[in-house]
């Protein structure tokens, strides 16, 4: 049984429609990556899981399902932060700055009642420590602009793990941080959530993080699901064209030296200005006449919404 389940889910900005009819679920211990370009609408649906969408925007179709119940706004105020947890995509305009970092830790903790103030702050400790943050006694004390951009994100992966959630949503966990650092926090996140056997939806555009990390992957363009399946079998037979032009923008080491990297055309369309159909069309190769109906997602495992499917080589 999957614990997340997002059921024909569609958010809207007054008329304008921003993401429409995406269906996923996410089972326990299993990374499922949400992945597109910026634009594609994967932060709105990872915000509409916590119901921390902004001001002006509302779910207007759909539903949202954890552990087999609707996650209704009464229902979400037991569970976030507690069996459901977000890392931000800015971690250092994410915390508190007026907050010692360890306080920030522990804060689920106390609020949720399951440890009292001092077990908190052994607690928020000891995870400091397994992020890997030097001297966490002393770090605990410091405010977030005393430490560095990498340390904070470490200590938003602590705060978002210390209740041991059953879902973890990690919104472009390690934009903006260098290679090295990447790599530590991608090793982190994927280290303890196995451990602790929390369920993962890893929203980003770095392919190259999705096939190191993902079990399943989601394709997002247009506010729309345009592919689903398991790592392995889209990576080796991408299905819709956009994936294939996803991942042929990846660097691969057998790329002849000075070689351009792949690039997709034209941009991503902004709301007001997604063609009718298929919204991939206007930058599509393969596209004509069909696709100016809205193809469905069809197959079996493995799924992709278009009328003209890449075919394995």
């Not at 995406?22 to 992945?35: R, S």
């Not at 973890?168 to 966990?173: C, H, M, Q, R, V």
């Not at 090295?180 to 993962?200: C, K, M, Y």
Request: proline letters at 8%; aromatic letters at 2%.
């Amino acid at each position: 049984m999957s614990l997340l389940d997002l059921s024909d889910l569609a958010i809207q900005a007054g008329e304008l429609s921003l993401v429409d009819g995406v269906t996923l679920d996410v089972h326990p211990g299993e990374i499922v990556a949400l992945v597109g370009e910026s634009g594609s609408g994967k932060s709105l649906t990872a915000l509409s899981i916590v119901d921390l969408l902004g001001e002006g925007l509302r779910v207007t179709r759909g539903s949202r399902r954890f552990d087999g119940a609707d996650l209704t706004p009464k229902r979400l105020r037991k569970l976030r932060g507690q069996d459901i947890a977000m890392i931000f995509q800015e971690p250092v305009s994410s915390l508190n700055p007026l907050m010692p970092v360890g306080a920030q830790v522990a804060e689920s903790l106390i609020v949720h009642g399951t440890a009292s103030e001092s077990e908190a702050q052994s607690a928020a400790i000891d995870m400091l420590r397994r992020v890997g943050i030097p001297d966490p006694d002393r770090r605990a004390t410091q405010l977030p602009a005393e430490l560095s951009g990498g340390m904070c994100q470490r200590v938003m992966i602590a705060a978002a793990l210390i209740s041991r959630p059953r879902l973890l949503i990690a919104d472009e966990p390690t934009t903006a941080l260098d290679v090295t650092i990447q790599a530590q926090i991608l090793s982190l996140i994927r280290d303890l959530t196995r451990e602790q056997g929390t369920a993962v939806l890893l929203i980003t555009h770095d392919m190259g993080v999705v096939a190191e990390m993902a079990d399943r992957v989601c394709v997002m363009y247009g506010g729309r699901v345009v592919e689903q399946g398991a790592v392995h079998d889209l990576f080796a037979a991408p299905r819709h064209p956009y994936t294939d032009m996803l991942l042929r923008t990846m660097p691969r080491p057998d790329d002849p030296p000075k070689e351009p990297l792949f690039a997709i055309k034209g941009s991503v369309p902004g709301p007001r200005d997604w063609p009718s159909g298929c919204r991939f069309r206007s930058r599509c190769p393969r596209a004509d006449a069909a696709c100016t109906e809205r193809p469905p997602l069809q197959g079996d495992g493995h799924r992709a919404a278009c009328f003209h499917p890449m075919r394995p080589t």
